[in-house]
């Protein structure tokens, strides 16, 4: 069978699992949101549901059989990523400005917990797939949803503090996050950009 026949292949399945835990995760986590109102869990829905959108391009790449197509998707990838870090840097400025009761944190602490299993399954899924495969975009799309790991485990930091009876800290862990996920748009746009150069 042709390589790139079984590439394609084994890139659509890669998509297609990851998709699928995202989703159920993002599925949940909404949920839990519409109880709570943590805007620490609502930008983690918002990066969860990015990233499972980035799977449109991979899919349309690994079709096409094509390594520039491919190349493409690794740039919307990084994009995706920018994107969701400003949405919750907008969020967090909000709340800061217009304070808003937190409740529920025991929920709030288990959307977190999932949030950071559904998507570091599929960083590693992903990551995996894309070493294997010689699949920037792929790999960039795993540092993506490890990123989005990193928001869920802050969730489960801001119900700590909001416990402790410090609702302020909530948007202030947002704009941590959207710190640590400007970090992490930066290393993918240099795996992505490292391989188109190559």
């Known amino acids: 069978m042709d390589r790139s026949i079984t590439q394609s292949r084994d890139g659509l399945r890669t998509v297609a699992i990851s998709l699928g835990v995202l989703l159920l995760t993002a599925l949940a986590q909404v949920a839990i949101f ?14 969860n549901v990015g990233d499972a959108l980035t799977a449109i391009p991979l899919s349309i790449a690994f ?3 094509s390594r520039l197509a ?12 920018f ?18 009761d937190i ?12 949030g950071f299993l559904g998507n570091e399954l599929a960083a590693q899924v992903r990551t995996r797939a894309g070493r294997r495969l010689g699949s920037a975009a ?35 862990i947002g704009l941590a996050m959207t710190a640590v996920i ?12 490292a391989a188109d150069i190559g």
């Open 34 to 47: 519409a109880v709570t109102g943590s805007l620490a869990l609502l930008a983690d829905v918002i990066h």
């Open 103 to 114: 409740s529920h944190l025991g929920a709030l602490a288990a959307a977190g917990a999932i």
């Open 138 to 172: 792929l790999i960039a799309d795993g540092q993506h949803a490890r990123a989005d790991g990193y928001v869920s485990l802050s969730v489960i930091a801001s119900a700590a503090v909001v416990a402790l009876g410090l609702p302020i800290v909530d948007p202030l």
């Open 83 to 100: 994107i969701s870090a400003m949405v919750a840097a907008g969020e967090a400025t909000n709340r800061l400005v217009n304070p808003q």
């Open 63 to 65: 079709l096409l059989r």
């Open 182 to 193: 400007l970090r992490i748009t930066w290393r993918s746009w240099s795996t992505v950009r």
């Open 70 to 81: 491919e190349k493409r998707a690794g740039y919307f990838v990084v994009g995706a990523i």
